[in-house]
């Protein structure tokens, strides 16, 4: 696929993605070029491959010999919350945090320019806010200037609502002025989002029942507005908007409209609404495409952060 890179490609970069490889493909557009890159999904490893000309990693990184891994200008990545304890700064030996303290060792080790990391709204109360404060110092004990900010994808060119802080990190011997983007003056809507698209095939979207869980809120939105967030689970996808106005029958429960069909969106749907590129090839079957899709950091978001990172570091030559 060819790739439209507004600026040359003159930074290297290192990423832990996630999904299919938004934030790195992002970055990619605005002047990084991706050198390594690791995933423990095959399916999103094949799906990165079709784009990126890196060297892409299948396996668990904490199964990966570190000085194998080559230096970069920058490292990208994000890493599961869930592990963190509620009760203090970090509870380090659950196996779940073991993505994150592979990231921030992987940093320490290759001491990149600057470092970009992702991760969901609730790491910024979680703990009461002590877990974030744990990972700021966590990080700038290895050297660097940390900043970070809750952004939503909406503001930045992304037709959805998808909330997310982004963590950055310059090192400390650099001067740095970065700053995280601007919002943009006006929303993408999704009929100018996928309005052109043909109705997708049966195959092409998730045919499940709809459970209880998925009947307890309203999962569609009209054309001139944004989408809900893509999830990563094909049988939580929100609704077409060509689907009937869905009607509050009491807390919690919800019921479809009968006057038109009522439908997902397909996986290419979902992948636009990402701000992937329309022509980019997904591998797996159509729950993994789903996964891939909604794991992922939207296109356009990642490059407007790159945009200002490429920027900053380009003040220091």
């Known amino acids: 696929m060819n790739l439209n890179i507004k600026n040359p490609q003159k930074y290297t970069a290192v990423s832990l993605f996630s999904g299919a490889g938004g934030m790195d493909l992002g970055f990619e557009l605005e002047g990084f070029k991706t050198i390594w890159a690791n995933d423990i999904d095959n399916d999103s490893c094949k799906t990165h491959k079709s784009w990126s000309n890196s060297k892409v990693i299948v396996g668990d990184i904490n199964q990966i010999d570190y000085s194998t891994i080559p230096d970069s200008d920058l490292i990208l990545g994000g890493f599961p919350c869930q592990g963190f304890s509620l009760a203090g700064p970090r509870k380090i030996d659950d196996s779940r945090n073991r993505l994150y303290r592979s990231f921030v060792e992987l940093v320490e080790k290759k001491k990149p320019k600057a470092f970009v990391a992702e991760n969901v709204k609730g790491i910024l109360t979680l703990g009461n806010g002590?877990?974030?404060?744990?990972?700021?110092?966590?990080?700038?004990?290895?050297?660097?200037?940390?900043?970070?900010?809750?952004l939503n994808a909406a503001d930045y060119s992304v037709p959805q609502d998808r909330y997310r802080v982004l963590i950055v990190g310059i090192r400390k011997d650099l001067p740095s002025n970065f700053k995280f983007p601007e919002k943009s003056k006006e929303k993408i809507s999704l009929k100018n989002a996928i309005g052109h698209l043909s109705a997708p095939e049966d195959d092409d979207i998730c045919m499940a029942p709809f459970s209880s869980r998925y009947m307890s809120r309203n999962r569609r939105r009209n054309w001139s507005e944004v989408s809900y967030t893509i999830p990563a689970m094909a049988k939580q996808v929100t609704l077409h908007p060509s689907s009937p106005i869905m009607k509050k029958l009491d807390k919690d429960l919800w019921e479809f409209g009968n006057d038109s069909e009522t439908r997902r969106f397909s996986w290419r749907e979902a992948a636009l609404i990402q701000t992937f590129p329309e022509e980019l090839e997904f591998y797996g079957n159509v729950v993994s495409k789903y996964k891939q899709i909604g794991n992922a950091v939207p296109v356009n978001l990642a490059r407007k952060v790159a945009k200002g990172l490429y920027n900053s570091l380009e003040s220091l030559e």
């Open 130 to 150: 002590q877990i974030l404060k744990a990972i700021v110092n966590d990080f700038s004990s290895k050297g660097y200037n940390v900043d970070f900010k809750l």
